[in-house]
């Protein structure tokens, strides 16, 4: 059973840094591309970044580019996205999600999400 | 970016009913080498991620109740739950996969009238 769980949020001041990490089991982790895709409280969904399996090829949206950075650990099977300036409007719930292997495309569609961790950017 | 527009925000339907919810895409997401739209489908439930439900736009995901379908090409696209079930009541995203950044549409509210 694919399982995806997200650690790491919690409440910062504005310019301050958080580490979000996402715990893969279930798949072969090294062989899925991940995102992080995030939701503002009553909000809809906005992709965040995302990663290839390798880890050599990696993607952000703009509003984040250049704050934030994603990684991978493929021998921990751990996906991590690094948060630093933070700002009020960063304040989401941050999901991790897998590629669909039936849209093994990039971008692609997401078939498994975690729980998320929600990140609160507020002094 | 593409943007992603869903109608309407909010809808009621009758439990047996049919619930139809549009998405409109800014461009094609018709990719011609391959004929196939780049477009998916989700279902969010209270305090849950979001679940895929449709992906080609038409393909049911595994497991996905086959009274969930959906329609459309180019940049027209259609999400139809054909006899409305107490447990489909939800937020449904749209999302477009042609192009990063992938984009999604503001979410429709469906529940019970």
């Known amino acids: 059973e694919v399982q995806l769980l997200e650690s790491g949020g919690g409440l910062v001041q504005p310019g301050g840094s958080l580490r979000l990490s996402c715990a893969a089991s279930?798949?072969?982790?090294?062989?899925?591309?991940m995102s992080w895709v995030r939701q503002a409280p009553g909000k809809g969904l906005e992709w965040v970044s995302a990663?290839?399996?390798?880890?050599?090829?990696?993607y952000y949206a703009d509003s984040v580019k250049g704050r934030f950075t994603i990684s991978r650990d493929n021998s921990k099977n751990t996906l991590y996205l690094q948060m630093n300036s933070l700002r009020a409007e960063d304040t989401a719930v941050y999901y991790c999600?897998?590629?669909?292997?039936?849209?093994?495309?990039?971008?692609?569609?997401?078939?498994?999400w975690g729980q998320g961790t929600l990140v609160t950017v507020s002094s | 970016d593409i943007v992603m527009t869903q109608s309407p925000d909010s809808l009621a339907v009758s439990l047996g009913e049919r619930a139809t919810i549009n998405c409109k895409s800014s461009q094609s997401v018709l990719y011609s080498s391959n004929t196939k739209n780049y477009l998916a489908w989700y279902q969010q439930k209270p305090g849950q991620p979001p679940k895929l439900l449709i992906y080609?736009?038409?393909t049911r995901e595994s497991g996905v109740p086959d009274r969930f379908s959906g329609s459309g090409s180019g940049t027209d696209f259609t999400l139809t739950i054909s006899s409305l079930q107490a447990e489909d009541v939800a937020v449904y995203y749209c999302q477009q996969y042609y192009s990063t950044p992938p984009t999604f549409g503001q979410g429709t509210r469906l529940e019970i009238k």
């Open positions: 080609w736009a038409s």
């Open positions: 990663i290839s399996g390798s880890g050599g090829s990696t």
């Open positions: 999600a897998k590629r669909s292997p039936d849209t093994a495309v990039s971008p692609p569609a997401f078939d498994y």
């Open positions: 279930g798949f072969t982790f090294s062989s899925y591309p």
